[in-house]
């Protein structure tokens, strides 16, 4: 499946972001979907999961409570609300799909990745 994240932007700290994921293809909704970010020198991380309904929703510890991921099957699409963003969520935020309908943080446990969309959290 081929993905396209958009939405990203410069922010200051405390405010908010929605950022989306298109997906290509009509097999959307078997798909597990998540989002991770990769800062600066740093190695990408888990951000935030949701399953193929939609049901079940994971996140990583340093984002709960202020990032919420939805999906929207009908039109092909995984959002992440980001709000009270801190400098620290600075980072390219890259969406992806995972076959494997069990939850996994690990990036290598993803198929597909979209491009990548630009998150600044200025201070």
């Known amino acids: 499946v081929q993905l396209q994240a958009s939405g990203g932007g410069l922010v200051q700290a405390g405010g908010s972001l929605r950022i989306s994921c298109v997906a290509s293809?009509?097999?959307?909704?078997?798909?597990?979907m998540g989002w991770f970010r990769q800062g600066p020198g740093k190695e990408r991380e888990f951000v935030a999961a949701i399953s193929s309904n939609g049901v079940s929703t994971y996140y990583r510890d340093s984002v709960k409570g202020r990032f919420t991921i939805s999906r929207a099957n009908a039109e092909n699409t995984v959002y992440l609300q980001m709000d009270s963003l801190k400098p620290d969520d600075t980072a390219v935020y890259y969406c992806?799909?995972?076959?494997?309908?069990?939850?996994?943080?690990?990036?290598?446990?993803?198929?597909?990745w979209g491009q990548g969309t630009q998150v600044t959290v200025s201070s």
């Open positions: 293809g009509r097999t959307f909704r078997r798909y597990f």
């Open positions: 992806a799909s995972r076959n494997t309908p069990v939850h996994t943080t690990i990036p290598y446990g993803y198929d597909d």
